[in-house]
């Protein structure tokens, strides 16, 4: 089963993607995804999640 971190951070990635890659907006795309995820209904785990810091959206899976 998917964590909630690992829901979050696939989600964060799904922005950044649709957003067309832009840097610098890692935060950002984290927390719309904690509020999409947190929107979707009630999950087991509740609470913040700080985002991995050795791991950005922008480095995920990128070929530019």
Do not use: C, F, L, N
């Amino acid at each position: 089963m998917e964590t909630r971190e690992e829901r979050i951070k696939r989600r964060a990635y799904e922005i950044w993607e649709r957003e067309g890659h832009p840097t610098g907006r890692e935060q950002e795309h984290w927390d719309q995804a904690v509020q999409e995820i947190e929107g979707e209904g009630p999950q087991p785990e509740r609470g913040p999640v700080v985002p991995d810091p050795t791991v950005s959206a922008g480095s995920k899976g990128s070929k530019d």
